[in-house]
C-alpha cells in the first residue's frame, strides 16, 4: 500500500521559515518524480517546486530564489526548504509522487501572518 505523508506545517511570521518533509512508501522511491503542490483557499491547485529521479529541480517564478526542494532517497523523503516567506505563501502544501502512477499526500497547511 502506498502512503505519501506530508508533515512540517505551521503558523510562520512573514520573513519566517519553514521546511517541509514528504515521506513516501510502499513505493520505490528513487524512480519517481516528486513534487510539491499548494493550494490557497478559492485557489486552483499549483505547482510550487518539482525534482527528479535524477535530481533536477523546477521551481514556480513565484517561489525561486526563496524555496529550495530536495530528496533523500535513503530515508525516502523530498523536504521544501521555504524561507523569506510572504503572506501569499499561505496554502494547503501537497506532496506528489509520480512515476507510473500519480500517488498525493492529504497536505499540510501552511499559514504566513503576523
Known amino acids: 500500500q502506498v502512503q505519501v505523508v506530508e508533515s512540517g506545517g505551521g503558523l510562520v511570521q512573514p520573513g519566517g521559515s519553514l521546511r517541509l518533509s514528504c515521506t513516501a512508501s510502499?513505493?520505490?522511491?528513487?524512480?519517481?518524480?516528486m513534487a510539491w503542490y499548494r493550494q490557497a483557499p478559492g485557489n486552483q491547485r499549483e505547482a510550487v517546486a518539482g525534482i527528479s529521479s535524477s535530481g533536477t529541480t523546477t521551481y514556480a517564478d513565484s517561489v525561486k530564489g526563496r524555496f529550495t526542494i530536495s530528496r533523500d532517497n535513503a530515508k525516502n523523503t523530498v523536504y521544501l526548504q521555504m524561507n523569506s516567506l510572504k503572506a501569499e505563501d499561505t496554502a494547503v502544501y501537497y506532496c506528489?509522487?509520480?512515476?507510473?502512477?500519480?500517488?498525493w499526500g492529504k497536505g499540510t497547511l501552511v499559514t504566513v501572518s503576523s
Open positions: 510502499g513505493i520505490i522511491f528513487s524512480r519517481f518524480a
Open positions: 506528489n509522487a509520480r512515476y507510473t502512477a500519480d500517488y
